[in-house]
């Protein structure tokens, strides 16, 4: 390492070259990044929906669900299948093991539901798989309204849409609201029994009426051109002339059995924008592209649309740009902010402004090269990247502390600033290359792992890996050669020089003491930190840390068979409640007929009175009354990492409905009588009554029919029949034969139904079939073949940790119907694998670092000393999470593993001046005249590095609390460590020293 140090002393031209390189392709690889909210990730995980219209849950799950679940149950490396099946719309969910490769699964999986594609109902639409990304949130909301009788469906669907997608950042727009207009064929069924006719005759004659056909060649003078014959019918007179032939052999026109006119379709979903009926426009980006490109891209679309069509009004109302630019705002604040304490810090101490910045040059070189290797692997300038600089800052100027501080001390010892530098550096070469090794190993293991966490914090720990070795090489290079060329004075007699002189008189004296009461200094110092192990039992756990961007979402879950009209009345009720809360901007509603479920989703003032945890608190409160519906509400995130919130979750399996939707209740019972319960939602509480035509077969064959098609008569007759599309205006128009709306709307009027017989005769339908009564669940869902009874209780802010082992103790007391059991739910299980997962990389970083001290020290018993600092630093991070009540979550985890290779750094240098001193001195003598020595870096390395993550520490700016309990945990351990390097240590060094002694005396 020295020899660095000498070329960079003998080649001060090339140095200055090589940093002004660094500068410029610094900026432009920080020009160069993406920028996110957090990094890219990929769940293990495929989602098949299948869309059956008008069907109920029992139906989708029977027809449709089990038969997807059952193509794609033998890929390779699923884990588990999850289904879904609710009115009108299946959802499968297949989850493989982490590591599989994805691509080869959607393919493998897309294969296997074409096989059984034929095998699913003729009514039922493609299955559409899509895969879980944790970034695949909506990046943009548009709200499209318009004055004046405009089509606006068509207008968004045709120009906007179309636009959009010409983004090469887009990877999806959906749009909502709005009604399809068609061309209705509006039978009149006496008209049909007058002329003998039926539906399905009328849909032949329509259905041929427009044609194409080649007719071969013709010559034409000296050209062949080609013969065709058509008929087309492209507008409403033209179809209402169509040519019928009736039983009877009279020819006659469509307009004499039926009236053809323009007509909307009804409303495949409702969007609303601050109450006004709107067109909703959402957008997806691509994994790798960037929101800000995105969103830069798309308000030029929005601008030249407004542009161009002076009665269109098309506005931006979700942006996820704002949240990503605001969070990186408040992380490069805090950077700024860390930099600037640091400074201060090493000037304070320095009492020198020509060495606070030779140390102080670290920072900004380390940061450019942090960046520079950042956009060559492909990394993302996001709140954890960033927050892995801010962690990072502090050290990167340790190394360069050491340096200078040695570099002072070899001027004390006359030689010149050129051969002050180099023998300085020369003597702590091997300890702060040991010292920073040792914090870049614990990194290691995260690069094997595969869940969450790895994806998550694998761009955390490279951004320190690179910062630390740039900052390494600087002090290496940069520290002895701007020492040598601006030569820098310590002033000894600066105030804080004086008080850290004392400082050291007193620690040598109180050291001296805890040297000679060593046995007592080790029990009490073992007595706390079994005290912290008791405090770290009342820490409370989850998987991440929520945040807090201002979103709450309203999910309403109607009950079944709720008419549309009673639907729209709960919905609009919502937005005028949400509406006139002081602290809500705007508001959109979204809500799909697929499904019983309705969303509004409120976005909050930037400026507001309450936090939005306390708003979804109050409100959970007060719409808790709603008879007719399920209202969830939550915070909500522009990414999908805040998983769990304020709600916990029991899951129950069994083979048998009926037991199980009786153990439901009795889940539900128990859960509404907890503490701190605000409402429970269950996915088997409300049942829906279904009418079933039971066909009899015997009858409906001695009338001329099968019962296969008796039931597709039905199906026609109910919902309609699509004969026809033709191009009217240079528009498509789906042309619908069907029976006019609410002919046959209830059963009383369906029992009077007939259907013309092969015989030429009117058979009713009560003729060939009963109608009967039951009850359907409102969903039905299915894991593992089983059935799952899913029962969430929303929760209080101030009870969200202790309700949830209340609720479970209560369930665990309940008696459940025989063949029920309880199950893992998904979030339990996820934060058991990822905290598992974490905890073996922490054990795994403690045997790297013990490794790498072996090696330095060449002796296990000196790496075992420095170890101890590891155990003992966690009284100060449980203490300092108790006290601030942070929470264990995958971040807080992930800074106790950077503690693993941070607290040792002080230990090691402890230890090799420690050896050092004894070649000239006592054992005694040497760990206090080290201490004395030390004191000062050591205290300048813990203060930089502690101010620096303080900001951060206390959550400050817009999602600052995502990596807030992991500067809780590393200031804890820090400051923890800083007392134990000073004092246990040495105590500790002392007792295996003399034991050591005292067995070399027995050998002898």
């Known amino acids: 390492m020295s020899k660095l140090t000498k070329l960079a002393l003998n080649r001060p031209v090339s140095t200055v070259i090589l940093i002004m390189g660094i500068i410029i392709f610094g900026f432009s690889s920080i020009a160069g990044l993406n920028m996110q909210l957090i990094p890219d990730m990929e769940m293990p995980m495929l989602i098949v929906t299948t869309i059956y219209p008008q069907a109920g849950p029992e139906e989708v799950e029977r027809l449709v669900t089990q038969k997807i679940e059952g193509a794609g149950g033998t890929i390779g490396g699923l884990n588990s299948i999850e289904s879904s099946s609710s009115e009108n719309l299946s959802l499968v969910i ?133 013969l065709s014959s058509n008929i087309e019918y492209n507008t409403v007179e033209q179809l209402s002339l169509v040519p019928i032939t009736t039983a009877s052999g009279e020819l006659i026109r469509l307009l004499d059995v039926a009236n053809v006119y323009y007509s909307v379709k009804d409303a495949e979903s409702v969007s609303r924008y601050n109450g006004k009926d709107n067109i909703g426009i959402n957008i997806q980006k691509r994994q790798n592209a960037s929101a800000i490109t995105l969103s830069e891209k798309v308000e030029k679309v929005v601008e030249q649309i407004n542009k161009n069509n002076p009665g269109i009004h098309l506005q931006i109302f979700y942006d996820s740009k704002d949240a990503i630019l605001s969070s990186l705002k408040s992380v490069g604040e805090t950077l700024i902010l860390g930099i600037v304490l640091s ?21 900004p070189i380390s940061l450019l090269v942090t960046f520079i290797l950042m956009r060559a692997m492909g990394y993302s300038l996001n709140i954890v990247t960033m927050g892995s600089l801010v962690i990072g800052i502090g050290m990167m100027v340790d190394n360069s502390i050491v340096v200078l501080e040695i570099c002072f001390r070899k001027r004390e010892e006359q030689l010149d600033y050129k051969e002050a530098a180099y023998e300085g550096v020369k003597m702590v070469a091997n300890s702060i290359s040991a010292s920073t090794l040792t914090t870049i190993v614990v990194f290691f293991p995260l690069a094997v792992l595969k869940g969450l966490s790895g994806q998550m914090f694998s761009q955390l720990g490279f951004t320190i890996i690179f910062s630390l070795v740039a900052s390494l090489i600087s002090a290496l290079t940069l520290v002895p050669l701007f020492f040598f060329k601006y030569r820098p004075k310590e002033k000894t007699q600066a105030p804080i020089s004086k008080f850290v002189a004392r400082l050291s008189v007193l620690y040598g004296y109180a050291l001296e003491r805890v040297l000679n009461r060593k046995i007592f200094v080790a029990l009490l110092s073992i007595g706390i930190f079994g005290l912290s192990i008791y405090l770290a039992t009342w820490i409370n756990v989850e998987l991440m840390p929520q945040t807090d961007e201002g ?105 048998n409905l009926e037991v199980l939707k009786e153990a439901s209740r009795q889940v539900e019972e128990a859960m509404r009588s907890t503490k701190g319960v605000l409402s429970v939602t269950a996915s088997m509480s409300d049942t829906g009554t279904k009418a079933e035509v039971m066909i009899d ?76 009564y039951s009850d359907t669940p409102q969903t039905i869902q299915r894991r593992e073949g089983q059935y799952l009874a899913t029962i969430i ?41 990822e905290f598992l997962a974490l905890g073996l990389a922490i054990a795994t970083a403690v045997i790297l670092v013990f490794m790498v001290m072996a090696m330095q020290f060449e002796s296990l018993r000196f790496s075992g000393m420095v170890m101890i600092c590891i155990p003992f630093s966690l009284i100060g991070s449980v203490f300092l999470l108790f006290i601030s009540q942070s929470t264990f979550s995958m971040v807080s985890l992930m800074g106790f593993l950077m503690l693993v290779g941070t607290v040792v750094n002080n230990g090691i240098l402890y230890v090799d001046t420690t050896n050092q001193f004894r070649e000239t001195m006592d054992v005694e003598t040497a760990l206090i005249e080290t201490g004395k020595s030390r004191l000062r870096p050591i205290l300048m390395t813990t203060l930089t590095t502690v101010l620096s993550m303080l900001p951060l520490c206390f959550g400050i700016g817009d999602n600052g609390q995502m990596m807030q309990g992991m500067a809780v945990v590393i200031v804890g351990g820090l400051t923890a460590s800083t007392i134990l390097t000073l004092f246990l240590l040495p105590t500790f060094y002392l007792i295996i020293h003399k034991k050591k002694k005292d067995e070399m005396m027995v050998v002898e």
């Open 793 to 833: 209780a929303n929760l209080s802010n101030e009870e969200k940790f202790t309700a949830p082992d209340i609720i479970q103790e209560k369930v665990d007391g309940l008696t459940f119907p025989k063949g029920v059991e309880q199950g893992v739910s998904a979030y339990v299980e996820m934060q058991n694998e």
């Open 343 to 363: 400074m201060a810090v090493l000037f304070v101490f320095f009492g020198d402004l020509k060495g606070s910045l030779i140390v102080g040059s670290s920072m």
């Open 551 to 655: 979103q709450i979402t309203l999910a309403v879950t109607f009950r079944p068979n709720l008419q549309l009209e009673e639907k729209d009345k709960v919905l609009r009720e919502l937005e005028e409640f949400v509406g006139k809360d002081k602290d809500v901007e705007t508001y959109s509603l979204s809500s799909s007929g697929a499904s019983s479920n309705g969303t509004v989703t409120a976005y909050l003032r930037k400026e507001r009175s309450r936090e939005t945890l306390d708003i979804v608190d109050e409100w959970s409160r007060q719409l808790n009354n709603f008879e007719t519906c399920q209202i969830s509400i939550s915070s909500t995130s522009s990414s999908m990492m805040s998983v769990g919130g304020n709600t916990t979750e029991i899951d129950l399996q069994a083979s």
């Open 94 to 226: 297949f989850q493989f093991e982490y590591g599989t490769n994805m691509d080869d699964a959607y393919l493998d999986l897309q294969e296997d539901i074409q096989q059984v594609k034929n095998d699913l109902p003729e009514s039922a639409l493609s299955p559409t798989i899509v895969s879980l990304d944790v970034n695949a949130m909506d990046s943009m909301g548009l709200s499209l309204t318009a004055e004046g009788d405009i089509d606006l469906l068509t207008f968004a669907r045709d120009e906007i849409e179309t636009e959009l997608r010409k983004i090469t950042a887009v990877a999806d727009v959906s749009i909502s609201g709005g009604q399809e207009e068609y061309i209705s064929i509006e039978l009149m069924q006496e008209k049909l029994s007058q002329y003998g006719l039926t539906m399905n005759s009328i849909a032949g004659y329509i259905s041929a009426a427009n044609f194409t056909i080649p007719a071969g060649t013709i010559d034409h003078g000296n050209q062949q051109l080609n």
């Open 697 to 772: 077969p015997m009858k409906a064959i001695n009338a001329g029919f099968t019962p296969a098609q008796v039931a597709s008569l039905l199906y026609t007759t109910m919902t309609g029949q699509e004969v026809l599309t033709v191009d009217a205006n240079n528009k498509d128009y789906s042309v619908i034969l069907e029976y006019p709306r609410g002919q046959y709307g209830s059963v009383h009027e369906l029992g009077s139904l007939s259907f013309a017989s092969p015989k030429g005769t009117m058979v009713p339908l009560l003729d060939m079939a009963n109608i009967e």
